[in-house]
């Protein structure tokens, strides 16, 4: 019944921009945090950027600072991730998670099935 889908993916080049959306169902928000994490081949998951949607407070990794931008419409249920300038080190695939807490994956109930982003020229 709970499901969190993600869409956008694909290939871009370094340098590029590429768009993400997840929507989510069938949960019942008792937490108000949504958010991103990645895994790169042969790396730890990890945290990318989190959102509260009752406030929209934003929080992001420090290597995705100013380059990716998070938001959300509550209302939809549903979170985006703006990703600028790309390197090759952003290849991962990419899983929409809730709740989210930007150092760790402990309190995740809810995962969509990953995307793959591939940053390559």
């Known amino acids: 019944e709970v499901h969190l889908a993600e869409s956008g993916g694909g290939l871009v080049q370094p340098g590029g921009s590429l768009g993400l959306s997840c929507t989510a169902s069938?949960?019942?928000?008792?937490?108000?945090?949504i958010g991103w994490f990645r895994q790169a081949p042969g790396k730890e998951r990890e945290g990318v950027s989190c959102?509260?949607?009752?406030?929209?407070?934003?929080y992001y990794r420090d290597s995705v600072l100013g380059r990716f931008s998070i938001s959300s419409d509550r209302a939809k249920g549903a979170v985006y991730l703006q990703m600028n300038d790309l390197s090759p080190e952003d290849t991962a695939v990419y899983y929409c998670?809730?709740?989210?807490?930007?150092?760790?994956?402990?309190?995740?109930?809810?995962w969509g099935q990953g995307i793959q982003v591939t940053v390559s020229s």
């Open positions: 959102i509260r949607t009752d406030d929209d407070s934003i």
């Open positions: 069938g949960y019942a928000f008792d937490d108000p945090t």
């Open positions: 998670a809730a709740p989210c807490l930007l150092g760790t994956e402990e309190l995740v109930r809810y």
